[in-house]
């Protein structure tokens, strides 16, 4: 099935086949229009459409989507256009835009895409947090972190995780995501002020993956301190090109990103579907 697709999705599906995060009976192919799904790490269920290209038909494209869906027996599933500012998926977008409509889907959230490039400032570390791995601490303290981090959050998929399936599930898939990604053992940590978690940073090999603070420690600016450690943390590791993302109703988190030296570089248009 990876043979229908052209390169480079060919090849960027057989490297996730070979990392467990696709497979080719997630893989549908209606004339020109091409669909993957994708998984953020092995065993798990899909959770986007990674690899889909809509032809020139919507109503081909829709009726892909929909094949899909039923085949695999989803019952959530995110898709992401990205544009440059300024652009939107209705007019930019339009046959993929409606394609999605027609197979169930809603717009939901438009996020920011931000970027902090070698050769820029780096942001001062105040000194104030000391730092843990999260692969040197218990499980159960990690996800307690992770569970007490959701706690009102401004993330539009925490939110909807938590009223659909509980901070403990969220917690969970959170946890076993960030454990499986690329970056090296120390790089995602836990910040603590005395013995007490401030909250936590996780960088990936070339992204701010998650960064978050607990609700007893909002508002006294931890989260740059965070933002600080892991974006030195690439950029020490010779990362050119650090990418994030969040919500741009999360104006907090997207003002740190800012004063920490990142710049706007998209829009994300996050679309949903649900059984």
């Given at each position: 099935m990876f043979n229908d697709f052209p390169e480079p999705a060919r090849s960027q599906l057989v490297s996730a086949f070979e990392e467990g995060r696709t497979r080719p009976e997630w893989c549908f192919v209606d004339g020109r229009a091409?669909?993957?799904?994708?998984?953020?790490?092995?065993?798990?269920?899909?959770?986007?459409?990674?690899?889909?290209?809509?032809?020139?038909?919507?109503?081909?494209?829709?009726?892909?989507?929909?094949?899909g869906l039923a085949t695999l027996k989803l019952t959530k599933i995110i898709h992401d256009i990205a544009l440059?500012?300024?652009?939107?998926?209705?007019?930019?977008?339009?046959?993929?835009?409606?394609?999605?409509?027609?197979a169930g889907f809603a717009l939901e959230v438009e996020r920011l895409?931000?970027?902090?490039?070698?050769?820029?400032?780096?942001?001062?570390?105040?000194?104030?947090?000391?730092?843990?791995?999260?692969?040197?601490?218990?499980e159960a303290e990690v996800?307690?972190?992770?569970?007490?981090?959701?706690?009102?959050?401004?993330?539009?998929?925490?939110?909807?995780?938590?009223?659909?399936?509980?901070?403990?599930?969220?917690?969970?898939?959170?946890?076993?995501?960030?454990?499986?990604?690329?970056?090296?053992?120390?790089?995602?940590?836990?910040?603590?002020?005395?013995d007490s978690p401030v909250g936590l940073v996780a960088p990936d090999d070339h992204s701010i993956a998650y960064i978050g603070v607990v609700p007893e420690h909002r508002g006294h600016g931890y989260v740059d301190d965070?933002?600080?450690?892991?974006?030195?943390?690439?950029?020490?590791?010779?990362?050119?090109?650090?990418?994030?993302?969040?919500?741009v109703a999360n104006t907090p988190t997207a003002a740190a990103f800012l004063r920490a030296g990142y710049a706007e570089v998209g829009r994300l248009h996050r679309y949903y579907w649900r059984a």
């Open positions: 091409r669909l993957a799904f994708w998984a953020p790490f092995p065993d798990a269920e899909p959770v986007i459409t990674w690899q889909f290209e809509p032809g020139p038909d919507p109503e081909v494209a829709s009726r892909l989507l929909r094949r440059p500012p300024g652009l939107t998926p209705v007019v930019d977008r339009a046959v993929e835009h409606e394609a999605l409509l027609g895409m931000l970027e902090w490039r070698a050769g820029s400032d780096l942001p001062e570390e105040p000194g104030r947090l000391r730092y843990r791995p999260a692969r040197d601490l218990g996800l307690d972190v992770l569970i007490r981090i959701s706690e009102g959050s401004l993330d539009h998929d925490t939110q909807v995780e938590l009223a659909t399936s509980g901070a403990e599930h969220e917690a969970r898939w959170m946890y076993d995501d960030l454990m499986s990604r690329k970056a090296k053992p120390g790089w995602f940590v836990i910040g603590y002020a005395g965070l933002l600080a450690h892991g974006t030195r943390t690439l950029a020490e590791a010779g990362v050119e090109r650090v990418v994030a993302a969040t919500d």
